[in-house]
């Protein structure tokens, strides 16, 4: 069973330009929920994808988007890059019925400077 | 909307011994989850118990129990026989049995075993 996977590990980019992150759910799960974790925080929820849906969002601006693919793949998207976008985005798969059982991905740290 | 408060930032304890870390949280749901998670500095989340609201019993992991009090909404993790693979940062965790169920997280804290 392969786990969560997230890519790139880490990334560097500069105040104004865009993201892709990706991150590759485990085996038999639909659901994926994007987390942002800023330096001595705890992670906040960004949104959840379901079925290549968007099915609730936290307190992010627009410019965080994402997307789901067929093969329940995920993408999180961040339009004019901000200082304090700098964070750990940490993504979590489940299944649709067990969504108590969530597993995370490694994380993707991001630097903005 | 929920709230978790972790009120220890920082704790420290010597390797074989007991620990408690303390965790309260606010909603106004019946229905819902509580979960310790640990982030060591690999950074990848890991879950250590999970407690469903509606079951009394404290649940328990190996060396890894809660103590949950539901009217009080409170939820510590005591962690017995303490080793050195446990020094990570804790983070204390609420989900709703409702809706997209998102996690909603304290703001951690950071043990470390001190050999």
């Known amino acids: 069973e392969t786990g969560v996977t997230q890519s790139p590990t880490h990334l560097i980019k500069t105040r104004g330009q865009q993201v892709t992150l990706r991150c590759s759910s485990q085996?038999?799960?639909?659901?994926v929920s994007w987390y942002q974790q800023a330096l001595g925080q705890g992670p906040q929820f960004i949104f959840q994808y379901y079925r290549e849906e968007e099915n609730g969002r936290g307190n992010f601006p627009p410019r965080f988007s994402g997307l789901q693919f067929p093969n329940y793949s995920s993408e999180l998207n961040v339009n004019a890059l901000e200082l304090d976008d700098s964070a750990l985005y940490l993504c979590?798969?489940?299944?649709?019925?067990?969504?108590?059982?969530?597993?995370f991905g490694p994380g993707t740290r991001l630097t903005v400077t | 909307a929920q709230t978790v408060t972790q009120s220890q930032p920082e704790m420290s304890v010597q390797e074989a011994e007991t620990v408690t870390l303390s965790c309260t949280y606010d909603t106004s749901e019946n229905n819902y989850y509580l979960f310790w998670y640990k982030q060591p500095p690999s950074r990848q989340m890991i879950l250590v118990i999970r407690q469903e609201a509606y079951k009394q019993q404290n649940a328990t992991e190996n060396r890894f129990s809660v103590n949950f009090q539901k009217a009080a909404k409170s939820f510590s993790l005591k962690i017995s026989d303490s080793q050195l693979g446990d020094t990570a940062m804790y983070f204390c965790a609420f989900q709703p049995n409702f809706g997209n169920e998102k996690l909603t997280f304290g703001t951690g804290t950071r043990l470390t075993i001190i050999p």
């Open positions: 979590a798969s489940s299944a649709s019925g067990l969504r108590y059982e969530q597993y």
């Open positions: 085996s038999g799960h639909n659901t």
